[in-house]
């Protein structure tokens, strides 16, 4: 396993997240999309979740609508 920190604004304020991953790298919209889940996964609002088929682009602007704004990946 390979962990990955994930640096972040939510709400303005700064957020660090350590994940883990088997996969050799993460891009910024699947860091995106993790945080979404972690933010809201267990929210009674599904609407928060962008849609299966959205882009990567898609995804980022989902993030940046409910806080999630200035996302790093750091291997």
């Known amino acids: 396993m390979r962990h990955v ?3 972040y604004l939510f709400n303005g304020e700064p957020r660090t997240h350590l994940f883990e991953f ?4 993460l ?3 699947e860091a995106a999309m993790h945080l979404l ?11 928060i979740m962008p849609n299966a ?3 990567p682009a898609q995804i980022l602007e989902q993030a940046e609508r409910v806080g ?3 996302i790093q990946v750091d291997d």
Do not use: I, M, R, Y
Request: hydrophobic letters at 25%; a negative charge; aromatic letters at 4%.
């Open 68 to 70: 999630l704004t200035q």
């Open 5 to 7: 920190t994930v640096e």
């Open 22 to 25: 088997k996969q050799p790298q």
């Open 53 to 55: 088929d959205a882009t």
């Open 37 to 47: 889940q972690l933010h809201f996964g267990d929210g009674e609002n599904s609407l």
């Open 27 to 29: 891009p910024v919209h």
